[in-house]
C-alpha cells in the first residue's frame, strides 16, 4: 500500500514543476501525513483531519484555518486518484484572513541588520557574506524571500544590471531590474563565495555546505540577528520569537517607493502599475493595501485628496 507520505511526495513534485514553492506547506502537510500513516489509514476522512487538529497542539482558529486550507488543497488533488478521499468542508474551522501591519524598518535598521549578519559565524564564513547579501537585496528590490533564495547563477545579469524572477509567487516569472551599487555588492558576493567554495554551478546564494540556503534556515538567521539587535526577544531552544519579518523588508520597499511618489508629487495612480509589476503582485489592488496599512501613507494620502477636492470647489465657485 502507497503511505500517504509517499502520495505526498508526489503532490510536492507536480506543485513545484508548475512554479509553485511549497517549503512552509510541505512541513505542515508532513505532519499531517506522518499522523495518517501512524493511524493506519488508506485514504483520508473529515475524521481523521479533526483527530489530527486534537493531537498536533494549541494553536488559533487563524492557524487552524491556513492550516485547513493546505489539506484541502492537498486533498482536492488526492480525490482525483482516490474517490474515497473526504475534503474537509471550507467552512470547517472558522478563520479570519488577516494581513498583519507591516514594520516599517528604518535606514539604521536595515543597515544594522545587513552589518550583523556579515558577522554570522560559519566554518568558511560563508554564512556572514550569503545572508547579509541576501538581506541586504530583498531589502532594496522588494523581492519575497522564496524568489530570492530560488535564484540561480544565470539569473543574475550584473553587467545588464537584471535579475530574472523565474519562479515567482503562483509560478509566474518578471524581470527585476537592480541599481549600479546593487549590482557591484553582488558582484563583491559572487567573487567571495567563488574564492571561498570554489567555482559554483546553480544556486546564486550558498551556504558553507555548497547547497543552497533554505526558507527555515534563512528565516532562522533573521530571527538570530534580530535578537541580537533587539529587534525581537531573545528566545530559549533557537526559537524565532515575535516581532519584524524578512518578509517586512519586502514591505519597507514598497512603502518607501510610495511615499518617495507623494513627496516628489508624482501621480500614485498612474506609478502603482509598474510598482505591482516590479513587486510581482497579480493585481494592483494588492498594492494599493499599503496606503491603508501605514498610517504615514495613508495621511500623505488623504492630504492629497483634500488638496485635490479643494482645488475642484475653488474652480466651481469662480464660475
Not at 509560478?171 to 555588492?185: D, E, F, L
Not at 538570530?224 to 519579518?245: D, I, N, T, W, Y
Request: aromatic residues 10%.
Amino acid at each position: 500500500m502507497t503511505s500517504m507520505t509517499e502520495r505526498l511526495d508526489d503532490y510536492i513534485t507536480v506543485r513545484r514543476s508548475l512554479g509553485y514553492d511549497l517549503s512552509f506547506t510541505a512541513r505542515v502537510l508532513r505532519g499531517f501525513t506522518a499522523f495518517a500513516d501512524d493511524q493506519g489509514a488508506d485514504h483520508i476522512t473529515v475524521d481523521l483531519f479533526l483527530r489530527w487538529k486534537e493531537c498536533f497542539g494549541k494553536a488559533s482558529n487563524d492557524t487552524w484555518s491556513r492550516r485547513l486550507g493546505m489539506v484541502r488543497s492537498f486533498t482536492s488533488w488526492l480525490q482525483g486518484q482516490d474517490a474515497r478521499t473526504e475534503v474537509p468542508p471550507a467552512g470547517l474551522i472558522a478563520g479570519k484572513v488577516r494581513r498583519s501591519r507591516p514594520y516599517i524598518y528604518s535606514e539604521a535598521e536595515i543597515a544594522a541588520l545587513v552589518v550583523r549578519a556579515s558577522k554570522l559565524p560559519s566554518r568558511y564564513g560563508v554564512r556572514g557574506w550569503s545572508c547579509s547579501t541576501l538581506f541586504g537585496l530583498i531589502a532594496v528590490t522588494g523581492l519575497r524571500i522564496n524568489e530570492a533564495l530560488l535564484l540561480d547563477d544565470s539569473d543574475v545579469d550584473l553587467d545588464e544590471c537584471v535579475i530574472t524572477v523565474r519562479r515567482g509567487k503562483n509560478g509566474t516569472a518578471r524581470y527585476v531590474p537592480i541599481a549600479q551599487s546593487t549590482a557591484a555588492r553582488l558582484q563583491a558576493y559572487r567573487a567571495e563565495r567563488t574564492r571561498m567554495l570554489g567555482p559554483t554551478y546553480g544556486p546564486f546564494f550558498l551556504m558553507d555546505s555548497g547547497e543552497r540556503p533554505t526558507d527555515c534556515c534563512a528565516r532562522y538567521n533573521f530571527a538570530l540577528v534580530s535578537q541580537e539587535l533587539g529587534l525581537r526577544a531573545p528566545q530559549r531552544f533557537c526559537k524565532h520569537g515575535r516581532g519584524p519579518r524578512i518578509h517586512d523588508l519586502r514591505h519597507t520597499f514598497a512603502v518607501r517607493t510610495i511615499i518617495s511618489w507623494y513627496r516628489k508629487g508624482l501621480d500614485p495612480d498612474r506609478e502603482m502599475i509598474k510598482l505591482s509589476t516590479y513587486l510581482g503582485h497579480a493585481k494592483p489592488e494588492m498594492t494599493f493595501w499599503y496606503i491603508e496599512a501605514v498610517p504615514e501613507l495613508l495621511q500623505l494620502a488623504s492630504s492629497r485628496a483634500e488638496r485635490a477636492l479643494g482645488g475642484g470647489v475653488s474652480e466651481r465657485a469662480g464660475q
